[in-house]
C-alpha cells in the first residue's frame, strides 16, 4: 500500500529526490477501495455476507464528497441514505489531507453522475479505458493477505475484482484490471514476483456479459504484452493489440509498471525498479510498480528518504495496518474490541 502510493508520487514530482512527494487522484481512490475492502470484511464478520464491490463503490462516492462532488446523485443517495446518522463516516473521512483535491476521475465522476448504475459485470456504465479501474481493483489483491493462495482465494480474488470494476469503466479495462488484481495477489501470497498473463477463467468469469468481443480483445492484449525485459516499451507494439494504448490507459500502465517491476525483481534493485518507473512518467504505471516491490519485499525495503517525503505515508501505512488487524484478529466478533472497530469501519 505504501509502494502503491510512493510509485505514483515519485511520477508526479518535479524533483523525486527531494522535496514533498504529494500522491494524486489515483492513491485517493485506492486507499478509499482499501477501507472498503475492510468495511466488506466487517460485513462479513457480522453478517455472513461481505459485498466488498458495494461497499467500495460507498467509499469511492466518500471520496467524491471529501472532494467536493457532493451532488452527484451517486454521492447524494449514500448521504441521503445515512439520515439522520452523520455521512460521510468512519476514520477516515475525519483525515484532513484526504480532502484535497488532486485531479479529476472522468470515468468514476460520470459513473457517480447517473441516476442509476447497472453494477453487473459486463453491463459498464461508460466504456473508460482509463488506468483508475487498476486503482479501484488492485486493494481486492489483499484479500491475498489473509491465507496461503490456492484456487479459492484466487477465484474469490477474481469475482470480487471484477465485480468492484464493473461499477466504472468499459468491459476491456475491467478485464485488464481483474488480471493485474490477480498478479498482485499472487505475488503478495508468495512473495514472488508474477506477470500479468491471459487466463482461460476470464471467460467464464464474464460468460453471459452482452459484447463478449470485449472481453476476447482485452484477453488477446494480454497475451500480446511486450516482454517485459525489453528496455524501453514502444507504443506501436501496444498499439498492434486493437485497445486504446496512450498515456493514462489501463493497458499502458500495466505493461509499463510490469516491465519496470519484472526487470528489476531482486532486493538490491528496488531503487532502480521505482526510478525506471517514474522516469515513465505515469503515476498509474509507477503506482503499479511500487504495489508490486512492496508487496514482493515488504516496507522495509522501500526508500526510506522517500517514504518520509510522502504525504500519504502515514495514512497509507494505518490503513495496512488496520487490513492485517481484520484478517487476523476479527475486532468486530470480539465484545470488547467491536463497539470502536465497527466506529472505524462501519459495516456498510
Known amino acids: 500500500m505504501l509502494g502503491y502510493c510512493l510509485g505514483d508520487a515519485l511520477a508526479r514530482a518535479p524533483e523525486p529526490d527531494s522535496g514533498p512527494l504529494l500522491a494524486g487522484t489515483p492513491s485517493l481512490i485506492f486507499l478509499a477501495g482499501v477501507e472498503g475492502l475492510v468495511r466488506?470484511?466487517?460485513?462479513?464478520?457480522?453478517?455472513?455476507r461481505s459485498q466488498i464491490p458495494e461497499c467500495s463503490w460507498h467509499a469511492t462516492a466518500r471520496w467524491a464528497w471529501h472532494t467536493r462532488m457532493r451532488d452527484l446523485p451517486g454521492v447524494r443517495r449514500?448521504?441521503?441514505?445515512?439520515?439522520?446518522?452523520?455521512?460521510?463516516?468512519?476514520?477516515?473521512?475525519?483525515?484532513?489531507?484526504l480532502a484535497i483535491g488532486r485531479g479529476s476521475?472522468?470515468?468514476?465522476?460520470?459513473?457517480?453522475?447517473?441516476p442509476g448504475l447497472d453494477p453487473r459485470p459486463g453491463h459498464p456504465a461508460g466504456d473508460s479505458a482509463g488506468d483508475l479501474v487498476v486503482s479501484r481493483t488492485l486493494p481486492v489483491a489483499l484479500l491475498a493477505a489473509a491465507g496461503p493462495w490456492d484456487a479459492e482465494v484466487a477465484a474469490h480474488v477474481m469475482t470480487t475484482a471484477r465485480d468492484v470494476a464493473a461499477y466504472s469503466h468499459g468491459l476491456p479495462a475491467q478485464v485488464l484490471a481483474v488480471a493485474m488484481t490477480i498478479a498482485a495477489a499472487r505475488t503478495l501470497a508468495d512473495g514472488t514476483p508474477t506477470p500479468v498473463v491471459d487466463l482461460g477463467?476470464?471467460?467464464s468469469a464474464y460468460a453471459g456479459a452482452p459484447d463478449p468481443e470485449d472481453v476476447t480483445a482485452a484477453r488477446h492484449a494480454l497475451?500480446?504484452?511486450?516482454?517485459?525485459l525489453t528496455p524501453t516499451l514502444p507504443a506501436t507494439d501496444l498499439a498492434r493489440v486493437g485497445l486504446p494504448s496512450g498515456p493514462r490507459t489501463a493497458l499502458r500502465a500495466i505493461a509499463e509498471g510490469m516491465r519496470c517491476f519484472l526487470a528489476h525483481p531482486g532486493k538490491q534493485e528496488v531503487s532502480k525498479a521505482l526510478r525506471e518507473a517514474f522516469e515513465?512518467?505515469?503515476?498509474?504505471?509507477?503506482?503499479?510498480?511500487?504495489?508490486l516491490v512492496g508487496a514482493t519485499h515488504g516496507v522495509e525495503l522501500l526508500?526510506?528518504?522517500?517514504?518520509?517525503?510522502?504525504d500519504l505515508a502515514h495514512i497509507a501505512d494505518q490503513l495496512a495496518l488496520d487490513v492485517l488487524t481484520q484478517v487476523g484478529e476479527h475486532p468486530a466478533l470480539d465484545e470488547d474490541r467491536s463497539p470502536a472497530w465497527q466506529h472505524r469501519y462501519p459495516a456498510w
Open 40 to 48: 466488506g470484511l466487517v460485513r462479513e464478520d457480522l453478517t455472513g
Open 78 to 97: 449514500w448521504y441521503e441514505a445515512a439520515i439522520p446518522q452523520p455521512w460521510p463516516d468512519g476514520w477516515l473521512a475525519e483525515v484532513a489531507p
Open 105 to 114: 476521475a472522468p470515468a468514476v465522476e460520470e459513473a457517480l453522475a447517473l
Open 201 to 203: 477463467e476470464l471467460d
Open 223 to 228: 497475451r500480446g504484452l511486450p516482454d517485459p
Open 280 to 291: 515513465t512518467g505515469q503515476p498509474g504505471a509507477a503506482a503499479i510498480t511500487g504495489a
Open 303 to 310: 526508500p526510506v528518504d522517500a517514504i518520509s517525503r510522502l
